[in-house]
């Protein structure tokens, strides 16, 4: 089996790009016999092709398609996003047309269903994981990141892109929000989050130096109303830092009793959380990218073998939730 993998986004900083490292080397370590991972985004002569973003899905693709959905943010707040409306719809197009569609949780399956109208049958979920680069670190290199980027002894962590306002993120709120020990937020920034007070930026870090951060922190914060996955959290976990997060279904599948939630949108008490929590923590849930990888070449061969039968392209979206329940979503965990 040849699979063409759209590569394009493993130069991306943030989770987008992490999925897509860890899983192209996590599929070439698993592959069986003959198969093999072309990095292309034009799938002219490959038996499957997967887009692992949204942006990368075709609206014509010359093989079965395979898509992975990280979050649906974007559909959910349309109303934020009107410049941006003709070019999502016809991404929303394009992932109709795949033959598979893997999402990271049964949250995001569920709203695949609803906002996208994916049919039951043609999604699989499979969870994420934390790179292999991250474990606690010693003291000497926890010493070293803490001086390099000047921050105390004892801090709050939080992971993520911060090159523009997102309102479901809650940055600027949580970085509002009274506390006592320091908050250092850790990602690509501009000029809007300089003017956040109150807080320590780091920018863009190495894993390395992030594992570091992670393993130094006294507890990582999450204050998003709405995830995919949560993919820091597990990184946290996996650094031997305590999680404390805000209740949103995903993060729960996830994490369910390795963190401590809090009451969506209550940031008084997730940072009060966060500063009494305990130390160490769970140990993260226990899924490798290879377990990932290998239900992946699981999806390929469907799409593969499904490739002959009739299928019916362009299905009309459903922009409400259905009001019945719904089929059991098929799994490959």
């Not at 992490?18 to 080397?25: D, E, G, V």
């Not at 949780?105 to 269903?113: I, K």
């Not at 959380?273 to 990218?289: C, L, Q, V």
């Amino acid at each position: 089996m040849n699979v063409a993998f759209d590569s394009r986004p493993v130069s991306d900083p943030q989770g987008v790009g992490r999925y897509s490292r860890c899983l192209l080397a996590a599929l070439r370590e698993t592959a069986d016999g003959d198969a093999q991972i072309v990095e292309t985004a034009h799938p002219r002569r490959a038996d499957v092709f997967h887009a692992p973003w949204m942006r990368g899905a075709l609206l014509h693709s010359p093989c079965p398609m395979v898509v992975t959905l990280h979050d649906l943010t974007a559909l959910k707040r349309r109303s934020e996003l009107l410049r941006t409306g003709a070019r999502m719809h016809l991404r929303e197009l394009a992932v109709q047309r795949a033959v598979r569609v893997i999402v990271p949780t049964e949250a995001l399956a569920q709203d695949a269903l609803e906002r996208l109208g994916i049919e039951p049958e043609q999604i699989d979920v499979i969870h994420e994981a934390p790179a292999t680069c991250m474990y606690p670190r010693s003291a000497h290199e926890v010493a070293e990141v803490r001086a390099r980027f000047a921050l105390p002894e004892r801090y709050l962590i939080w992971v993520g892109q911060l090159q523009h306002p997102d309102p479901g993120k809650h940055i600027a709120k949580l970085a509002a929000t009274p506390r006592k020990l320091p908050l250092v937020l850790v990602g690509q920034t501009s000029a809007w989050a300089h003017q956040l007070r109150d807080v320590i930026l780091t920018g863009h870090v190495t894993d390395d130096d992030l594992a570091a951060l992670y393993t130094g922190a006294r507890a990582l914060v999450v204050a998003s109303q709405d995830e995919g996955f949560g993919l820091p959290a597990v990184e946290a976990l996996a650094c031997g830092t305590p999680v404390v997060a805000c209740e949103v279904p995903a993060l729960r599948e996830v994490l369910d009793q390795r963190a401590t939630f809090v009451p969506a949108g209550d940031l008084p008490a997730l940072i009060a959380a966060a500063e009494a929590i305990d130390r160490p923590a769970p140990p993260p849930p226990a899924w490798s990218w290879q377990d990932a990888a290998r239900a992946t070449w699981r999806v390929y061969a469907r799409a593969l073998a499904q490739a002959d039968r009739p299928r019916t392209a362009g299905r009309r979206l459903r922009r409400r939730p259905s009001t019945g329940p719904e089929q059991a979503l098929t799994g490959s965990q």
